[in-house]
C-alpha cells in the first residue's frame, strides 16, 4: 500500500455504479506525451511510492523522459501478479517450500513465506507426443503425462493448498501464454487496499520469456527467471532501468497469400537488425486499429525472439472487442474502457508521442516466409527456401558430395525415389556446383520407401504463437480440407501432429467440420501443450531413427512454433525450419525441404493432373468466413468455467497437506535443494576469485537451451547414470523439463545440449569439457564435481549474447551448483545476465571491441579476479581486474566490465543471490 503520495495522484473513478481509487496520470507534468508502456510504469511508481524505495523523484525522472538518452535511471516496478508454466514454475514452488524451513530455521514465521501478488501456474510443458497419428492420441499421451508427472503433481497441488494467492490450472487445459489472454489477462485488476475498491493497469511478469504475448492485449508484462519471479511473488520489485522505447508504426494491410506468421517473422528479422535487447517495442499509428488482436498477440508473443523485453499494442475497441468475445463481464470491458480513457491509455493515433527510435512496415509488403534452420531471426522468402536449404546443407550433412548437375540446376529429388543410374542420388560427382543436395539415400527397414538429406521428419502445429490466432489455424484446416479432396497425403516418412494453445480451437475445428480432413492428413489431435516448440516432440519412429542415424541424415523439422534452436525440437533432427500452421501441413505434403511451393507439384489428384499449393491454399475471404461463423463466446466461457478443477485425473491424486512439505527421499522428481544450507542471517564479506579454472568455453548466441538441461535424458549421460542408481527404467526417464524439481538431475544436465561446442575440445559436440588435473576429456558435471574436490572455482567463457532463448532459471542454478564463480562474456541476454546474478554467480564483459581470441585467451589458463571485494562497501566497481596466467608463466590481463547494472542487483549479489536477501529481508521484517 502506497504510504506517500506526492502529487496528490489519489483520486476516484466511478463506472456503472462502482467506485474505484485510481493513481491519475494527469497529476504528474509530462505523463501524457509519453509512450503508453512508460505510463503503465509512471501509474506503477505512483501508487507504490514510500518515500524510500520509490519516490518522488523516480517519478519525476520517469515523466521527463529523455526519448534520445541512454538508460541510466534505476526504478522499481512492482507486477500485478506472476505467471508460471510448470517446467519453470516447479522450482519456484520447491525453493519457496524450501525457503519456508529456511525460515523456521532463522528463527522466522514459515508463513510469512506466501505469494503477496496473485500467482497462477499453467501445467502445459510436460506432455510429450510420444503417440501421434492416431485418434487415441490425446488419451494415450495424458495417460502417460500423468504416470510420468505424478510426483510433480501432487506436490503441485500441495502447493495450490499451502499458498495464498496461488493457483493451479491443471494439465490438458491450454498453454500457459494462450490461457492467459483468453482467461487469466485483466487488462486492468482490481484489488481491495484499505477497505477500498483499487483499479490499476494489469501487468505480469513470467517464468517463460514467451510472457511478452500479453502485450496483444496492452497488459505490459515480460519473461523473468525464476529466481526473479519468486521475489515478484514475495513483494519484492523488478529492478530495471527506464528502458529505451522502440516506436513501430504499421500502415497497410496483410497480402490474400501472406499470414499472421509472415508478419512476425518479417517484424522479428527487422528488429534483430535494428537491435533491441532490453528495450521496449510499442506499436503505433492508424495502421494499429486494422491489426486484429490474435496477430497483436502472435507479435508480441515473439518479443524474445527479436530481443525486446516488451512488444506492445495499446488499448483500443480491437482489445475490448476480444475481451467480448472470449468472455469477460460486462463491468471488466465498462472498465477497461473507462479507465484507459481516463488514464489516456487508449489508443489515439493523433497524439503525438516521442519515441527513442522508429521503424515502420507496410504490411502490404509482406510474403509468404519460413525461418531456420537454426534460428528464428533467419527468415527465408518461401520462393527461395528450396535454394537457401541447399545452400546450408552441406554444413549439416558432413562428408558427403554436394551435388548438382553443373549449370546451376539441380536433379529433381523425391527422397523416396533416388535416381536408378547414380545410387547417391543426383548427377555424378564430377559434376559439382557449389550450391547442391547432398545425398545419401536409406532404405526404411520394413518400409516401401527410403529416405535422405533435408526429409521432413516433423511437422508439427504446436506452440502458442499460431495455435492462438484462429486466421492461421483455419487457414491450416482449409487447406488441409483441400488438399485430401484433391487426393493428397502427408509423406509416410512424416511425424505430424496438432498441439492447440487451449480447447476452444478443438471447438472451431468441430464446428467448422474440419477435424475429419486434418486426421486423414495425420495432424490428430496430440494434447494441449507447448509439445514440439520445447522438445517435447517424442521419438520417430524407430526404423526412421535407425535410417537416419545409420548415414548421420541432415534431417528437417518444420514446426509453427517460436524456438529453432540447435539440438531443441528432436535428438534425431539436425534442421528446424518455423513456419505458419497451414505451411507445417505444406511441407509434410511435400515431405522434404528440397521442394518448391512454386514449381514443384505436390502430388496429383484423381484425374493425374499435378497439384500445387496455389491449387489448395485457402482464400482469405473464406477463412474469415469460417471463423465468423464457427467461432463465439460461448466457447470460451464453457471451456474456461471450470478452469482451475481439472478433469479426474488431477482430482483424484492423493495431495499432502501442511504449511512445510514433506520431502520424499527417494523422490527422483521432487529434492530440497541445497541453497539455503549454512546460511546466516548475517551476510558474508564477497571475496575476489582466485586460482579458478575454465569449465566451459563457447562461442556466440549460446542460448539458455545450450546452458540449461532440456529435452530427453541420454542413458549414457551423468543424470541417466543418476536415475539408473536410483532405480529408474529407461523408459521412464522423462525429460529434463520434468524432473525441475530435483537438482541432482539438472546439476548433471547443465551444459549436457547435444549440439553444444565446447572450444576447449577439438571437433566435439555435447556436454563434455578438458579436466586440466588429469588432461583429459570428461562429461562437464564429472570435471566439475573433480574441481569441487579440492576447491577450485570455475570460470566459463562466452562470446556475443551469452543466455539468449527462453528464460531457463536452470542454466543460473546449474551454472551455480556446478561451482562457477564467473561468467566472461561478449555481451550477455538481459535475463540471464539478471538470473546469474541472482544466484551469485558474477557477470563480466571483455573490454569493448575486445574478445577472448583478440586477447590471446584460449582457456587453458588459470584465471584470478581483483577488485570485487569493492562491493563490499556498497559500491560496485565498474571494472574487476582479470589476470590469466598461463601454463609457460606468461600472463594476458586486463579490466573486465562488471555487469551489475543496479543497486539492487548489487544487493542481490552480495547476499548470495536474491533468495538468500528475501529471505533475510522477510526475517527481520
Excluded at 155 to 172: E, H, I, N, S, Y
Excluded at 181 to 186: G, K, P, T
Excluded at 756 to 769: R, S
Amino acid at each position: 500500500m502506497s504510504t506517500v503520495d506526492s502529487f496528490a495522484a489519489k483520486q476516484n473513478l466511478a463506472v456503472g455504479g462502482t467506485d474505484y481509487e485510481i493513481f491519475a496520470l494527469d497529476a504528474v507534468e509530462g505523463a501524457d506525451t509519453l509512450p503508453y508502456s512508460l505510463k503503465i510504469l509512471l501509474e506503477n511508481l505512483l501508487r507504490t511510492e514510500d518515500g524510500a524505495n520509490i519516490t518522488a523523484d523516480h517519478v519525476r525522472a520517469l515523466a521527463n523522459w529523455d526519448a534520445s538518452a541512454e538508460p541510466s535511471v534505476e526504478i522499481q516496478f512492482t507486477p500485478a501478479r506472476v505467471i508460471m508454466q510448470d517446467f519453470t514454475g516447479v522450482p519456484c514452488v520447491v525453493d519457496l517450500a524450501t525457503m519456508r524451513e529456511a525460515m523456521q530455521d532463522l528463527g522466522g514465521d514459515p508463513e510469512k513465506i506466501n505469494p503477496l501478488a496473485p500467482a497462477e501456474m499453467v501445467i502445459d510443458h510436460s506432455v510429450m507426443i510420444d503417440v501421434a497419428g492416431r485418434l487415441d492420441a490425446l488419451e494415450q499421451n495424458m495417460e502417460l503425462e500423468y504416470e510420468r508427472n505424478r510426483e510433480r503433481y501432487q506436490f503441485l497441488r500441495w502447493g495450490q493448498t499451502a499458498f495464498d494467492d496461488f493457483k493451479v490450472v491443471p494439465p490438458g487445459t491450454g498453454i500457459v501464454h494462450q490461457v492467459n489472454i483468453e482467461y487469466l489477462a485483466r487488462t486492468v485488476m482490481t484489488r481491495e487496499v484499505g477497505g477500498v475498491l483499487r483499479a490499476y493497469p494489469d501487468s505480469c511478469v513470467g517464468t517463460d520469456s514467451h510472457t511478452t504475448m500479453v502485450n496483444g492485449l496492452g497488459v505490459l508484462g515480460w519473461g523473468v527467471g525464476g529466481i526473479e519471479a519468486e521475489a515478484a511473488m514475495l513483494g519484492q520489485p523488478v529492478s530495471m532501468l527506464i528502458p529505451r522505447v522502440v516506436g513501430f508504426k504499421l500502415t497497410g494491410g496483410i497480402p490474400p497469400a501472406a499470414t499472421a506468421t509472415d508478419v512476425v517473422l518479417t517484424i522479428t528479422e527487422m528488429l534483430r537488425k535494428q537491435g533491441v535487447v532490453g528495450k521496449f517495442v510499442e506499436f503505433y499509428g492508424e495502421g494499429v486499429s486494422q491489426v486484429p488482436l490474435a496477430n497483436r498477440a502472435t507479435i508480441g508473443n515473439m518479443s524474445p525472439e527479436f530481443g525486446s523485453t516488451a512488444a506492445i499494442f495499446p488499448i483500443d475497441e480491437v482489445t475490448v472487442d476480444y475481451l467480448r468475445l472470449t468472455g469477460r463481464s460486462e463491468e471488466q470491458l465498462a472498465l477497461v474502457e473507462a479507465y484507459a480513457k481516463r488514464q489516456g491509455l487508449w489508443h489515439d493515433p493523433s497524439t503525438e508521442v516521442e519515441y527513442s527510435e522508429y521503424l515502420e512496415l507496410d504490411l502490404s509488403t509482406v510474403v509468404p516466409s519460413i525461418a531456420g534452420p537454426k534460428r528464428p531471426q533467419d527468415r527465408i522468402v518461401l520462393t527461395e527456401a528450396k535454394e537457401s536449404f541447399r545452400e546450408v546443407l552441406p554444413s549439416y550433412a558432413t562428408g558427403h558430395e554436394v551435388q548438382g548437375n553443373g549449370d546451376g540446376s539441380f536433379p529433381a529429388s523425391d527422397p523416396a525415389t533416388p535416381d536408378s543410374d547414380n545410387e547417391s542420388g543426383g548427377a555424378a560427382p564430377e559434376h559439382q556446383h557449389v550450391v547442391g543436395r547432398a545425398s545419401s539415400p536409406v532404405q526404411v527397414k520394413g518400409q516401401d520407401f527410403s529416405i535422405d538429406h533435408g526429409i521432413v521428419s516433423i511437422a508439427s502445429i504446436t506452440s502458442c504463437t499460431n495455435t492462438s490466432n484462429p486466421s492461421v489455424m483455419m487457414a491450416a484446416g482449409l487447406l488441409a480440407q483441400n488438399a485430401v479432396d484433391r487426393g493428397l497425403a502427408a509423406k509416410p516418412w512424416v511425424k505430424t501432429s496438432m498441439a492447440p494453445g487451449s480447447q476452444v480451437v478443438t471447438n472451431y475445428y468441430t464446428k467448422a467440420g474440419l477435424w475429419p480432413a486434418l486426421e486423414q492428413l495425420g495432424f490428430h489431435l496430440v494434447g494441449y501443450g507447448c509439445t514440439t516448440c520445447i522438445g517435447n516432440s517424442g521419438p520417430l519412429s524407430p526404423e526412421i531413427s535407425e535410417a537416419i542415424a545409420e548415414k548421420d541424415l541432415a534431417v528437417t523439422a518444420v514446426l509453427s512454433g517460436n524456438r529453432n534452436f540447435e539440438g531443441r525440437i528432436n535428438p534425431d533432427v539436425k534442421m528446424n525450419y518455423l513456419a505458419s500452421p497451414p505451411l507445417v501441413i505444406a511441407y509434410a505434403l511435400a515431405g522434404t525441404m528440397d521442394f518448391d511451393f512454386e514449381n514443384d507439384a505436390l502430388g496429383e489428384d484423381k484425374d493425374g493432373q499435378d497439384v500445387y499449393l496455389r491449387d489448395i491454399w485457402p482464400n482469405p475471404t473464406e477463412v474469415e468466413k469460417v471463423i465468423s461463423e464457427s467461432i463465439n463466446q460461448e466457447m470460451f466461457t464453457e471451456d474456461y468455467k471450470d478452469v482451475f478443477t481439472g478433469d479426474e485425473r488431477w482430482r483424484s491424486l492423493e495431495t499432502p497437506e501442511g504449511a512445510t512439505f514433506d520431502w520424499d527421499a527417494e523422490s527422483t522428481y521432487v529434492r530440497k535443494p541445497p541453497y539455503f544450507e549454512g546460511m546466516e542471517l548475517t551476510t558474508e564479506p564477497v571475496t575476489d576469485v582466485e586460482g579458478a579454472r575454465v569449465l566451459v568455453k563457447v562461442g556466440d548466441s549460446t542460448t539458455t537451451d545450450h546452458i540449461s538441461p532440456a529435452g530427453s535424458i541420454k542413458l549414457d549421460s551423468p543424470a541417466g547414470r543418476y536415475l539408473q542408481e536410483h532405480g529408474v527404467a529407461r523408459k521412464d526417464f522423462n525429460s529434463y523439463g520434468s524432473r525441475r524439481g530435483n537438482h541432482e538431475v539438472m546439476i548433471r544436465g547443465t551444459f549436457a545440449n547435444i549440439r553444444i561446442k565446447n572450444q576447449l575440445l577439438d571437433g566435439v559436440e555435447g556436454g563434455y569439457t578438458k579436466n586440466f588435473l588429469t588432461g583429459e576429456q570428461e562429461f562437464i558435471y564429472d570435471a566439475a564435481q573433480a574441481y569441487a574436490e579440492k576447491d577450485i572455482p570455475l570460470v566459463v567463457l562466452a562470446g556475443k549474447e551469452y543466455g539468449t532463448g527462453s528464460s531457463r532459471d536452470w542454466a543460473a542454478k546449474g551454472t551455480k551448483l556446478l561451482g562457477v564463480r564467473v561468467v566472461i562474456a561478449e555481451s550477455f541476454e538481459r535475463i540471464h545476465r539478471s538470473n546469474l546474478i541472482g544466484m551469485g554467480v558474477l557477470p563480466l564483459q571483455f573490454p569493448a571491441g575486445e574478445t577472448a581470441e583478440s586477447l590471446g585467451i584460449d582457456g587453458t589458463e588459470t584465471f584470478s579476479f581483483t577488485g570485487i571485494t569493492a562491493l563490499n562497501e556498497g559500491t560496485t566497481p565498474k571494472t574487476v581486474k582479470v589476470v590469466a596466467a598461463k601454463e609457460d608463466g606468461t600472463e594476458v590481463s586486463f579490466d573486465a566490465v562488471v555487469r551489475i547494472d543496479t543497486p539492487g542487483e548489487a544487493e542481490y549479489y552480495r547476499n548470495g543471490g536474491i533468495l538468500q536477501y528475501v529471505l533475510r529481508s522477510l526475517v527481520t521484517a
